[in-house]
């Protein structure tokens, strides 16, 4: 095992990991302001994907698709908010699971209606195609690493937001008193909105970025929620902070557990019994993270309250 | 209201645990069709809602397709979604059974759906045709009288695929497949039949969409080729982020992951590669040509592997009607054994475990207009059976 191996496999994990946050962030900032659990946040992962994928395919342009995919997803979580969401900010958790897992099955079976149950194309443009090299000899996806920037930027923007603007304040405030933001004339209803549609746009947007380098398809989105829960989970529920480090660690647990854990174990024993060992591990690992991380920290890493 | 700030992190667990007991079953709807009744009445279980159902729908056209052009109208089919879950799959095949009362079950694509099913099924003395899954259990041990798989044993297109490694002068090949019962039963028909050293063996995880570690470990193996079993979504994802990546070495697979229904997905980055197949829609033969012609016109889209494995099955059912009525059962076994209908991929027949004897060829992806598609460039394995018919005791 080299060096430059080891490094490409953490500019994996960080690959992976800020674009759990993309999705992740959306998610924490739902349940940390309204107190919402949103299954239906990959659906609009999904919304995300299937519109950059239509617009890639209508105007061959993927700058045009990412910003479909903005656009979609969060004009879809404007319209599910109004309609349905903003129901359930009073009713009980299971209440909010019950109807969110129902959103997924209209999302599923609309997206399936309008686009066919066969996976659609997607593809990275041109210029963001093929490898660079970079320091030490490593050799890179032009595209992941674009990933990451972008990943890292959204993250920046993001905390700016959060910190310095007016919207970030009665983000935050809303977050720790509902009633008393709302007694002191800020449009509670509006700030809502916002939000939900603040977390789908960055879904959608993580979606149409993922699906141009893996397949665009019914139900994507669920799996990634799952990875999403663990990380809001392991950061704390409600923090920024909290989910961007949560990002990053199960990334990079996830990748750099999959490639050491075969290694590690094909010390002890013959190559083929260490690889299906240390596989069936790694797929735990973020898991065992996540009970680790909750032992010590029974709310997670940055709970805010 | 003291203990409100402690109210939402205990609720949580409950809710999150139900959250993801309602994900894993995430997928839906079932879609149902019929015909009038007489003859015989088949029930197909298959997938046709959820990420696998591009397999299931078009196992349904090809089947659907042979039996309306067999004219007949005293063949009933019931159709349900198992939507890709093993209870769901029992569910249907004891209503299809008990209440539906069918002569013969077939439709599942997914083995370890098979699994739940098939036993329990055969048991019961009804028939179970496989138009698509064929795990080693029921090939070997586990093999039945009432059990006949159309489609291939799991292993033998990972072996063709070793075969055509070790004929292409690889000898040393970086192997990966899923960690589920086919993936390993995947790598061990590849390593049946390759005769080189191997670089690397990985196994992924199974749904796994992100093959950036595993891609850097290839790179750094000093392999001379890859091939891997990554059926369905997972494919698409490995052979983009594969081609993306510039390792650029020859690449072998089966058939699954180079499926019509998929490659349109997948695009240019699937360009060149070998996989190999029971079937392709350039077989020369007259049953291929009109299969494949009549598929076009009645669907518009072109068929796939799994929709030739659907017709084919469709047509051993209704060869075995012709001869035999169904509620005889030792005629119309000795009927279906007899495998006398015009296979789509050529010369057929039944091994003594049931599962085909048959040519399996490689093909290579290539474009045709503005589709992508496959074209046959070789045979790998002639007259193959498979490797569990000492096993079983028929």
């Known amino acids: 095992m080299s060096l430059v191996l080891f490094i490409e496999q953490v500019?994996?994990?960080?690959?992976?990991?800020?674009?759990?946050?993309?999705?992740?962030?959306?998610?924490?900032?739902?349940?940390?302001?309204?107190?919402?659990i949103n299954l239906a946040h990959g659906s609009l992962y999904m919304v995300g994907a299937f519109a950059a994928a239509a617009t890639a395919a209508a105007t061959g342009s993927f700058v045009l698709a990412l910003i479909a995919s903005l656009v979609f997803a969060a004009f879809a979580g404007v319209l599910i908010e109004v309609l349905v969401i903003r129901r359930l900010y009073e009713r009980d958790h299971l209440d909010q699971v019950l109807a969110t897992f129902a959103l997924i099955l209209i999302f599923s079976e609309g997206t399936r209606?309008?686009?066919?149950?066969?996976?659609?194309?997607?593809?990275?443009?041109?210029?963001?195609?093929?490898?660079?090299?970079?320091?030490?000899?490593?050799?890179?996806?032009?595209?992941?690493?674009?990933?990451?920037?972008?990943?890292?930027?959204?993250?920046?923007?993001?905390?700016?937001?959060?910190?310095?603007?007016?919207?970030?304040?009665?983000?935050?405030?809303?977050?720790?008193?509902?009633?008393?933001?709302?007694?002191?004339?800020v449009n509670i209803s509006l700030l809502h909105t916002f939000v939900f549609a603040?977390?789908?746009?960055?879904?959608?947007?993580a979606g149409a970025l993922i699906g141009a380098i893996q397949s665009v398809q019914v139900g994507m989105g669920e799996p990634v929620l799952?990875?999403?829960?663990?990380?809001?989970?392991?950061?704390?529920?409600?923090?920024?902070?909290?989910?961007?480090?949560?990002?990053?660690?199960?990334?990079?647990?996830?990748?750099?557990?999959?490639f050491l854990l075969p290694v590690l174990f094909r010390l002890a024993m013959e190559p083929s019994a260490a690889n299906a060992v240390g596989a069936s591990l790694a797929s735990m690992s973020i898991y065992l993270l996540m009970a680790g991380v909750l032992l010590f920290r029974p709310r997670g890493l940055f709970a805010s309250q | 209201m003291t203990f409100k700030p402690f109210a939402k992190p205990f609720a949580l667990p409950a809710s999150l645990a139900a959250s993801l007991a309602l994900l894993a079953s995430a997928g839906l709807g079932p879609i149902a069709g019929q015909a009038q009744a007489a003859g015989v009445k088949v029930g197909m279980i298959t997938t046709l809602s959820g990420g696998g159902a591009g397999l299931?729908?078009?196992?349904?056209?090809?089947?659907?397709?042979?039996?309306?052009?067999?004219?007949?109208?005293?063949?009933?089919?019931?159709?349900?979604?198992?939507?890709?879950k093993p209870d769901v799959a029992v569910q249907l095949s004891d209503k299809m059974i008990q209440s539906e009362k069918v002569d013969v079950l077939t439709g599942i694509i997914w083995s370890n759906l098979a699994m739940a099913v098939v036993p329990g099924a055969v048991a019961q003395g009804k028939f179970y045709l496989s138009p698509n899954a064929g795990p080693s259990p029921l090939a070997g041990k586990g093999c039945h009288a009432n059990y006949f798989n159309v489609a291939w044993q799991n292993d033998n297109l990972h072996e063709a695929a070793g075969a055509y490694?070790?004929?292409?002068?690889?000898?040393?090949?970086?192997?990966?497949?899923?960690?589920?019962?086919?993936?390993t039963d995947a790598l061990a028909g590849f390593k049946r039949m390759y005769e080189?050293?191997?670089?690397?063996?990985?196994?992924?995880?199974?749904?796994?969409?992100?093959?950036?570690?595993?891609?850097?470990?290839?790179?750094?193996?000093?392999?001379?080729?890859?091939?891997?079993?990554?059926?369905?979504?997972?494919?698409?994802?490995?052979?983009?982020?594969?081609?993306?990546?510039?390792?650029?070495?020859?690449?072998?697979?089966?058939?699954f992951s180079f499926d019509q229904g998929i490659l349109q997905a997948v695009g240019a980055a699937a360009l060149g590669v070998k996989n190999t197949s029971q079937w392709s829609k350039d077989l020369d033969s007259?049953?291929?040509?009109?299969?494949?012609?009549?598929?076009?016109?009645?669907?518009?889209?072109?068929?796939?592997?799994?929709?030739?494995?659907?017709?084919?099955?469709?047509?051993?059912?209704?060869?075995?009607?012709?001869?035999?009525?169904?509620?005889?059962?030792?005629?119309?076994?000795?009927?279906?054994?007899?495998?006398?209908?015009?296979?789509?991929?050529?010369?057929?027949?039944?091994?003594?475990?049931?599962?085909?004897?048959?040519?399996?060829?490689?093909?290579?992806?290539?474009?045709?207009?503005?589709?992508?598609?496959?074209?046959?460039?070789?045979?790998a394995l002639e007259d193959r059976s498979n490797a569990y018919v000492d096993d079983c005791s028929m």
Not at chain 1, 116 to 138: A, E, H, M, N, R
Not at chain 1, 232 to 249: E, Q
Not at chain 2, 303 to 323: H, I, M, R, V, W
């Open chain 2, 286 to 379: 007259a049953a291929n040509k009109a299969f494949v012609d009549s598929f076009q016109a009645e669907y518009g889209r072109l068929p796939s592997l799994y929709a030739s494995q659907g017709f084919d099955t469709a047509n051993l059912l209704l060869s075995a009607l012709a001869k035999a009525d169904v509620s005889d059962a030792d005629a119309f076994r000795a009927a279906l054994e007899a495998a006398d209908f015009a296979s789509t991929r050529g010369d057929f027949a039944f091994a003594s475990n049931h599962h085909p004897i048959q040519d399996i060829y490689v093909r290579e992806v290539v474009k045709e207009g503005d589709v992508f598609t496959n074209k046959i460039i070789g045979l």
């Open chain 1, 226 to 258: 799952i990875l999403a829960f663990v990380v809001i989970v392991i950061g704390g529920i409600g923090s920024i902070k909290g989910a961007f480090v949560g990002a990053l660690l199960v990334g990079l647990t996830d990748t750099l557990g999959r």
């Open chain 1, 198 to 205: 603040l977390g789908a746009a960055l879904a959608g947007f």
């Open chain 1, 113 to 185: 209606w309008l686009f066919g149950s066969f996976p659609l194309f997607l593809d990275k443009p041109d210029w963001l195609s093929g490898t660079v090299g970079l320091p030490f000899g490593i050799v890179y996806s032009r595209y992941r690493l674009a990933m990451i920037l972008v990943g890292l930027a959204v993250a920046v923007g993001l905390f700016w937001m959060i910190a310095k603007t007016r919207i970030g304040i009665r983000i935050r405030a809303g977050e720790n008193d509902r009633e008393m933001i709302a007694a002191l004339g």
């Open chain 2, 196 to 255: 080189g050293e191997l670089a690397g063996e990985i196994y992924t995880k199974l749904g796994q969409t992100d093959y950036a570690s595993e891609i850097a470990q290839i790179r750094a193996s000093g392999a001379d080729s890859v091939f891997f079993f990554l059926p369905g979504g997972m494919g698409i994802s490995f052979l983009k982020q594969y081609a993306d990546s510039g390792v650029g070495l020859p690449v072998v697979g089966p058939a």
């Open chain 2, 56 to 84: 299931g729908i078009d196992v349904r056209d090809g089947f659907m397709l042979a039996i309306k052009q067999s004219g007949r109208n005293d063949v009933e089919v019931v159709i349900e979604d198992d939507q890709r």
């Open chain 1, 11 to 36: 500019l994996n994990g960080l690959q992976f990991g800020v674009m759990l946050f993309l999705m992740a962030a959306g998610l924490t900032l739902v349940f940390g302001v309204m107190g919402l």
């Open chain 2, 165 to 183: 490694a070790s004929g292409a002068g690889h000898k040393n090949a970086f192997i990966l497949a899923p960690n589920y019962p086919a993936g």
